[in-house]
């Protein structure tokens, strides 16, 4: 199988340009003497994914050799951002192409540039996937992810006169390289209906009669790990008519809508639905749910099938990780499969589910977990509905014989909720069948088993665990902090910790030496003037790259408290207004950058956004102010965004409420680049900061378990003056759009203050206060950079993934021979 080895696609410079040039000419179809940057950056793309192809044929291959038990990590979402760099790096032939493009008169960065964000996903738990996914693919393991391939990723983000406004995002419109389209590898997906009993050698067999079919077609993008010829697969799902015609109305003669009918089923794979925890009970959100599981689960089968035939073999073969609810159907799906279609009896196909899957939950709010209406399951998926209400009934008389008649607790157990809406728990229906269920950090998990699974964790002590989330240092560092990286491996002689991460542990010894000190300042220059000019090409703004570069990027949310940081803005320019002018030389520079996404349907996030830009025009424009400060908002914030900020910025802010952040993961991307953090103690801040020590880093506000006690305060608990002076510059309208800004102000009023921003604003400033002091002590300030950069190693998601497998999947890594 390995033998044909020579004919390996050749990587010398001479070898890239023809197959470069090759891929102008034939792929793109232009003339190798004269193509444009967007048409290089096809052929560059084309050619690269040449590469990962063979290596993902050969991955493959071995997998099936060595048919070792298989991780399917399935989602709703992947927040994959651009692949080029990402490749060539993890391929190991960046520096080929580089010259390769040079000798062609093109430069590789520029090319990069092309490309668009494939966004798929919403944020943090879309993101996470990504990393775990390159985790996955370094660290050998032999594991599918699966999704959707929508239309239409999220939204794009147009700022008009300081107002959010969505666009769609079109992401394929001019094609995408890294996908290969597997028009062979389809499956139908059922839908709607009714079920039927029917005897079947005497036995008694539901059967469902579905009245929609649709077509699932696969795409695959391979997924190259670094240092290694393993490249796994990521199988995105299309929706496509279906091949089995309703010949009824064909023959009726109603041609025409019968063609619109079928072309109707593509909108499934339409587009993605935006973070909107609140926003449930749709009929198509849960199409798209059934439409991934039912053609991952078709796929996972045939498999498994190819070369086993006893299903007590499966859960020897097949680990199933649900990413929070969404995929959570899959549950009934695996019953429903293993019943109706392979004819096990309830108890062992229930043994083989208990057995496969497992599940993460990212969420803190009880009500920000999904419930789906009985009326909406019944009508699209019937047999679905059937097999819950059974697996319920199961769960309740097991629970009957642990608890006794305790209906309380029997009613907030159940996978049913009675009441005003009918509806199916997908948490409690994941919990009662999974053998793991694990949260996104120690304190997380906590919350999880004195809150939101309180009764279950009682039921079940040994399903809680909790696994750190953790990021991929070879997008976060090694992609989009090249300056940075090759300092960090000529001090460690070594490139080693790109694969080994704790051994950048190894330059806490150096973070006083003046030399790299030095060394460290010059790299964070280069990258913060790489961002000034992004900010001004953006907003018109110009920034001093001598000020503190202060960030706070993420999806907009109360919890969050973008609120907090823009008040805290306020409040530094009305001290800069009132001071002597003599003072103002004490004054440290700084420039506020704010960036994230409003959910289209929530309107205080999107007033956070409108009130930046008023607050920013009001600072920008003030001539008294100069470079003392300024504030800019950087529109559509994605990961491509992301890598070019983050090396940029001094310091960084992960503030939310404390007890409300799951984990956090933009603040491990921070830390990793050098950045300091000004943060709560929430999530996985609190494992920061035992990492790199509570000295490292500015820390403020209320603690976990402090809030419950505080909340209960109401109006007792008095916002301190400061407070409320800023609050009423923006209530009195000293920004403009007083009107508008009416509700935002009342969100945070005393007694009405539920995320305590005025609790926790005196310690906030502090925290800032402290920020400053550091800043103007270079040499401590530096020092604290090295430090967070050194101490950073417990937040890859090579930890996460490794802990996964060992701890909840049970997989083996299965390394390709070269
Ligand atoms: C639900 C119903 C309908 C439509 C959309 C949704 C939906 C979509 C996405 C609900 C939630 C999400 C995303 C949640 C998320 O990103 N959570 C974050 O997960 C990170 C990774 O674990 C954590 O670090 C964050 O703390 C957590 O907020």
Known sequence: MFGLMDEFLKNDPVSLQKDILDHVEYTVARSRFSFDDFEAYQALSHSVRDRLIERWHDTHQYFKKKDPKRLYFLSLEFLMGR????????????DQYADALNQLGFDFEVLAEQEGDAALGNGGLARLSACQMDSLATLNYPAWGYGLRY???????????????EQPDYWLNFGNPWEIERVHVSYPVKFYGTVEDEGLNGEKMKVWIPGETVEAVAYDNPLPGYDTRNAINLRLWAAKPSGQYDMESYNTGDYISAVVDRQKAETISNVLYPDDRSYQGKE??????????SASLQDIIRRFKDSHDNFDDFPDKVALQINDTHPSIAIAEVMRVLIDEEHL????????????????????????????????????????LQIIYDINYNFMEELKKKIGQDYDRLSRMSIIEEGGVKSIRMANLSIACCHTVNGVSRVHLELLKMRVFKDFYELWPQKFQYKTNGVTQRRWMVVSNPNLCSLISKWLGTESWIRNIDLLAGLQQYASDPDLQYEWEMAKKVNKMRLAEYIETLSGVKVSIDAMFDVQIKRIHEYKRQLLNILGIIHRYDCIKNMEKSD???????????????????????KIIKLCHAVAETINNDADIRDLLKLVFIPDYNVSVAELVIPGSDLSQHISTAGHEASGTGSMKFLMNGCLLLATYDGA?????????????????????????LRKKGAELKAPLQFA??????????????????????????????????????????????????????????????????????FSSDRTIEEYAKETWGIEPCKCPF
């Not at 198509?284 to 599981?293: A, E, P, S």
């Not at 103002?584 to 996404?597: L, T």
Request: charged share 25%.
């Open 345 to 384: 009896s309830w108890n062992k196909a229930w043994d083989i589910a208990c057995k496969i899957f497992s599940f993460t939950t990212h969420s803190v709010q009880p009500e920000g977990l999904e419930k789906i209406p009985v009326d909406l399951l019944g009508n699209v998926l019937p047999r679905h």
């Open 685 to 709: 801040t609190i494992e920061i900061t035992e990492e790199i020590g509570a000295d490292n880093m500015f820390l403020f506000g209320a603690k976990v378990n402090d809030v419950p006690a």
């Open 83 to 94: 692949s080029l760099s990402n490749s060539v790096i993890n391929l190991g032939i960046r």
């Open 584 to 606: 103002r030389r004490r004054v440290v520079p700084r420039v506020c950058i704010i960036g994230g996404k409003a959910a289209p349907g929530y309107d205080i996030a999107k």
């Open 725 to 794: 002076r800023v609050v009423r510059m923006v209530r009195d309208g000293y920004f403009g759009f007083k009107d508008y800004f009416k509700s935002l102000c009342d969100t945070v009023e005393d007694g009405k203050d539920f995320y305590l921003l005025g609790y926790d604003f005196a310690s906030y400033l502090e925290a800032q206060a402290a920020a400053d002091r550091a800043f103007v002590d270079k040499e401590k300030w530096t020092r604290m950079s090295i430090l967070s950069t050194a101490g950073s190693g417990k």
């Open 151 to 165: 239309q239409y990723g999220l939204f794009r983000q147009i700022i008009l006169d300081g107002f959010q406004l």
């Open 284 to 293: 198509l959100r849960l199409k798209q749910q059934y439409f991934f599981v």
